[in-house]
């Protein structure tokens, strides 16, 4: 279940006679911070408590409610029959235990929380986010008029200790409540809920329909020249909220900072940069979005840029910016900052440029009052890749400059899925742990093809209702060149299997696309993905081939750098194993976390077949119900 479910009454119960905590944690299957059970025990006990006192003890309490499509828990959901119109009511309450909070530097998003590090989130603009992202994808709010309601509830303040709260305009989705408003706060839970059971409204939410995620390239264009067409949550909107307001502090202040974006895939770090683009677009100020990949900064352009000179003109290349004035832009985002190199230089750099080189870092910060950098440190494959947190951070202090770093922790990918990427961390040794079994957690679908064939005609099925579909694989094969009657070769080749890679260069062969578009263009199915098309896109679902460069032996994932194909490798003297090792694990990482919805696997290795077969057992299938896909429209966020 993606909540801990109890009427108001019951609630109250379990939280006076101790067991509250326990009951949830089993519920939500994973265990949790000693921080995070006081916190339970403490706020639902007054929730429950006011619920009782207001009258509404049959009212549905969802606790820990876990978002569609996301791995984000929103601390209680209210379900049950509103007083006027006898129609499902549901009204979100964000639980704070804040006694004093001050507005962030004259901000009214951003706010200071004591003994917290950093600027938080106002807690309006928070739980007023958790209910259009409701609206966006669940069914039966469709076609509502006031579907959800939300409110900040900070039972342990008082109005003067958190005052600059309510300089923030309220709405319906974004009130706030403080210990001192307790007596407004219960008329306000009895003016959405009647005195009657709210188990069936419950029922309904619960298995409400599913709306496929937005897909970042279908509405990159709009999203550039309109409005938000992408609902940010918690750190994603902290991100965004302090990027902005860094741009203004520079622009008052002269005050150049440096802010640093960290999360894993999916976690919804191109939609910030682009959400961030498009906002400073609006505004006219001087902003650029970079990348390290052709593929994906060429599918930018395509998409986001569509029919505007001037939005093409956005996107570019970390090596981009050798000889750019210095702060001569307000923001510079760095997105898929990991594959930051040590240098900009390449093979067609004038000899003169060559001998001036700086740390490609030091162009990048020096080109901007804000530079912006997203990044997630598992995702680095290619040798010379030295973006991390550390790295970007250390190199601003050492500059005198201020750093914002912010972590995203939720999961947007791979159905919300947490547990699914945590089983794909340990499987590859990335994260200190050992390979466990995968279960299922009716979030997302994990199957192992016993061939290759299999897996294309289960791909292949998902393609033709309109779902998206891909196989990618680990670099073990030849790539070789089209043929002279613009044919592409099958090189990626197991037993009697065998299809080509992706185009190699930005033109078409045939019917199959670019390389920079094998992951968005339908045509791209039917051809194998390199890491290096696939990486920073998703699809809904994803086959990967494990090939002879990754197997498991005395039970273990154990890499063999000589099966590689991949030029990068070829050399011991610029490539130790050990980082041959990492690479491989990387590229595979990035490989398994592209679907949105499933992952098909299948190893050219017997041995490693056995190995996955015996870690792949599954008791949960996936349980999300999806509304069916428009024909041509991306299924993924």
């Known amino acids: 279940m993606s909540a ?89 309450v964000e639980l704070k235990q804040w006694s004093q909070a001050e507005a962030y530097e004259g901000s009214d998003r951003l706010v200071l929380v004591e003994h917290a590090r950093g600027p938080r989130l ?19 709010l469709d076609g509502r008029r006031a579907p959800v309601q939300g409110v900040a509830y900070l039972h342990n303040a008082m109005d003067r200790d958190v005052n600059d709260l309510f300089a923030r305009r309220p709405s319906e989705q974004s009130r706030i409540f403080t210990k001192q408003r307790r007596g407004q706060f219960l008329d306000h839970l009895r003016t959405h809920l009647a005195p009657a059971s709210g188990a069936a409204a419950a029922d309904r939410f619960l298995t409400s329909s599913v709306r496929p995620s937005k897909h970042l390239l279908t509405y990159a264009a709009q999203e550039l020249k309109e409005r938000h067409h992408f609902t940010l949550l918690d750190e994603q909107h902290l991100a965004y909220e302090l990027v902005l307001h860094a741009v203004e ?6 005050r150049k900072s440096v802010v640093v974006v960290a999360g894993g895939p999916g976690s919804g770090k191109s939609v910030i940069a682009l959400s961030v683009l498009g906002e400073l677009a609006r505004q006219n100020r001087a902003v650029m979005h970079a990348t390290g990949s052709r593929s994906f900064t060429q599918t930018l352009r395509r998409y986001a840029g569509r029919g505007s000179t001037r939005l093409k003109s956005l996107f570019g290349y970390f090596n981009s910016f050798m ?87 939720d999961q947007f990918r791979c159905g919300g899925s947490e547990a699914y990427e945590q089983w794909v961390l340990d499987l590859l040794g990335l994260d200190g742990g ?37 196989m990618s694989a680990g670099y073990c094969w030849p790539w070789s060149d089209p043929r002279p009657d613009d044919s592409l070769v099958p090189d990626v080749r197991v037993g009697g299997w065998a299809r080509p890679w992706n185009v190699k260069s930005d033109r078409s062969v045939g019917e199959a696309p670019g390389s920079a578009f094998w992951a968005t263009d339908p045509n791209g199915f039917g051809q194998v993905g390199c890491v290096y098309t696939a990486q920073g896109f998703e699809y809904d679902w994803s086959g990967v081939i ?22 990068a490798f070829r050399s011991r003297k610029s490539v130790s194993d050990d980082e041959a090792d990492r690479l491989i694990r990387n590229t595979y990482k990035v490989l398994l976390t592209r679907g949105m919805r499933g992952t098909i696997l299948y190893s050219t290795d017997p041995e490693t077949r056995e190995f996955l077969a015996d870690l792949i057992r599954i008791e949960r299938g996936l349980e999300t119900v999806y509304e069916p896909v428009a024909p041509g429209v991306f299924a993924q966020r």
Request: with cysteine; aromatic share 6%; charged share 30%.
């Open 4 to 92: 801990f479910r109890s009427s108001a009454e019951g609630l109250l119960r379990l939280a006076t006679n101790g067991t509250l905590a326990d009951r949830i944690v089993e519920h939500i299957g994973h265990a949790v911070s000693p921080g995070e059970r006081r916190s339970w025990e403490r706020s639902l006990a007054v929730l429950g408590q006011d619920l009782a006192d207001a009258g509404l003890g049959q009212v549905e309490v969802l606790v820990e409610y876990q978002l569609p499509l996301t791995s984000k828990r929103v601390d209680v959901v209210l379900a049950g029959v509103h007083p006027k119109t006898a129609d499902d009511s549901y009204l979100i």
């Open 546 to 567: 494990i090939g002879p460069d990754l197997v498991a032996r005395n039970g273990r994932l154990v890499t063999r750098r000589d099966e590689s194909k991949d030029p």
């Open 323 to 409: 000889s750019a004035e210095r702060n001569g832009f307000d923001v510079l985002i760095c997105d898929e900052a990991h594959r930051i190199r040590e240098t900009s230089v390449n093979r067609f750099t004038p000899k003169a440029r060559r001998d001036k080189a700086r740390p490609q870092i030091d162009e990048l910060i020096a080109a901007a009052r804000v530079p912006v950098f997203l990044l997630d440190e598992h995702q680095v494959v290619k040798p010379g890749e030295l973006g991390n947190v550390e790295v970007i951070s250390a190199y601003a202090r050492q500059l005198g400059l201020e750093v914002e770093v912010v972590s995203l922790h």
């Open 434 to 470: 050992e390979p466990t079994v995968w279960t299922g957690d009716g979030r997302f679908d994990l199957r192992l093809a016993g061939t290759p064939e299999e897996m294309e005609t289960f791909l292949a099925a998902k393609q033709a209702v309109g779902e998206t579909a891909r």
């Open 122 to 140: 106002h807690p309006g603009v928070q739980v007023g986010d958790y209910c259009e992202y409701l609206t966006d994808f669940l069914g039966i």
């Open 249 to 254: 502090r520079a622009r008052a202040a002269d």
